[in-house]
């Protein structure tokens, strides 16, 4: 026991340096480092947002660190979660705290994202700037009869770099990617849980961005989130969930 408490005081002091690492730390898995909330998820260690009752972007929304909207099971999985707390909703995010530039990133869905309200959005993506992000993000935007699956490179007003595609489901495990590489950005959406292309019947969406606004890699942000489209509540008036089984990068 005390050679645990040891390990674990060691693993908080040396967070920042071991955020790099791509082994699993199982002795750091939901900790405070620096007044902010740092959790262990999919072998790498991400911030909890907060918006520390303040209402922004995106949205605006109230984003919260409360375990009411970010938690792991006891399998592993992250959950986002929307919630009402009072008269405000409150919304979810988590950022990974190191940057790994270009590559393959693979996000594994284990929720309903094509039952999603259409006010909620859920988004799987790189940020550096609003005109430096590449997004795989699950919403209607509002409308019912939106199609609810975007693969977007920011800036997303610029024609032809966003295509939007219809999510339909009979299954929670989806997977979803972008290959982020210098001269080009592949995106993918599939049933089941893979790192690699299933069967054409199981593949919702492709996409091969060959366009002028591809980032360069400097600091970038890994970033899920899930929010309500300008701020509105569920239109049901129900709280929303997505829940994330892992993340690979490679």
């Keep these: 026991m005390v050679l645990k408490q040891v390990l674990l005081c060691c693993a908080i002091v040396l967070l920042p340096h071991l955020a790099g690492c791509q ?8 900790s405070i ?29 109230y984003f919260s660190d409360n375990r009411e909207n970010v938690w792991l099971d006891e399998n592993g999985r992250l959950h986002l979660r929307i919630t009402q707390r ?21 996000f594994f869905v284990d929720s309903r994202i094509d039952l999603l309200d259409k006010n909620v959005v859920g988004g799987l993506f790189s940020y550096q700037s609003d005109t430096e992000e590449i997004d795989i993000e699950f919403s209607r935007w509002g409308v019912e009869a939106a199609k609810n699956g975007h693969f977007s490179v920011q800036p997303s007003t610029i024609l032809g770099n966003t295509r939007s595609f219809d999510i339909k489901l009979s ?20 049933t089941g ?15 091969s961005y060959r366009g002028a606004n591809i980032p360069k890699p400097y600091g970038e942000m890994l970033k899920i989130n899930l929010w ?7 239109s049901d008036l129900r709280e929303a969930e997505m829940i994330i089984s892992g993340v690979s990068i490679l």
């Design 23 to 30: 082994e699993n730390h199982p002795v750091v898995a939901d």
């Design 33 to 61: 480092l620096n007044g902010k909330r740092v959790i262990h998820f999919s072998g790498h260690y991400w911030e909890v947002g907060t918006s520390a009752g303040m209402a922004r972007g995106p949205g605006p929304n």
């Design 86 to 106: 009072e008269d405000k909703w409150y919304c979810a995010s988590v950022t990974l705290l190191e940057a790994i530039g270009q590559g393959r990133y693979v």
């Design 171 to 190: 299954a929670s495990q989806t997977t979803h990617w972008f290959n982020w590489k210098s001269k080009r950005i592949d995106f993918a959406s599939f």
């Design 193 to 207: 849980h893979s790192t690699v292309l299933p069967a054409a019947r199981k593949i919702l969406h492709r996409w």
């Design 228 to 234: 309500l489209f300008l701020g509105r509540a569920p």
